[in-house]
């Protein structure tokens, strides 16, 4: 399916070296990578160890990508919504999913 092929072609510009936050259905094309997060890990601890514990520095974050009404929320809306959202810019953008990347650290 097209949609999917242009997503699978976003995720492959996404350097090797990249810290990625995704939503949960785009992690096993995601799975390979030394550093990854299952949204909204590390930006808000959720599903995260026993009680949230060493939670990791949101800071770290290179690219952010997200789905729209997956489960029946967008969180493509949700993370355009929060204030950590001016570090970055959104670099791919498809029906129903968003690819960022970071721009600057406050």
Same mark, same amino acid.
């Given at each position: 399916?097209?949609?999917?092929?242009? =997503?699978?072609? !976003?995720?492959?510009?996404?350097? *090797?070296? *990249? *810290?990625?936050?995704?939503?949960?259905?785009?992690?096993?094309?995601?799975?390979?990578?030394?550093?990854?997060?299952?949204?909204?890990?590390?930006?808000?601890?959720?599903?995260?160890?026993?009680?949230?514990?060493? !939670?990791?520095? !949101?800071?770290?974050?290179?690219?952010? %990508? =997200?789905?729209?009404?997956?489960?029946?929320?967008?969180?493509? !809306?949700?993370?355009?919504?929060?204030?950590?959202?001016?570090?970055?810019?959104?670099?791919?953008?498809?029906?129903?999913?968003? %690819?960022?990347?970071?721009?600057?650290?406050?």
């Amino acid at each position: 399916i097209e949609k999917y092929a242009r =997503l699978k072609e !976003a995720l492959a510009r996404i350097p *090797a070296d *990249a *810290a990625v936050s995704a939503h949960f259905s785009v992690l096993p094309h995601l799975s390979h990578r030394r550093r990854i997060y299952m949204y909204p890990n590390p930006f808000r601890t959720q599903y995260w160890g026993v009680h949230g514990e060493d !939670a990791h520095d !949101a800071d770290t974050i290179d690219y952010v %990508v =997200l789905r729209d009404r997956i489960g029946g929320a967008s969180t493509v !809306a949700e993370f355009d919504a929060w204030p950590v959202r001016d570090e970055f810019e959104k670099v791919e953008r498809g029906r129903d999913w968003a %690819v960022y990347r970071r721009v600057k650290v406050v």
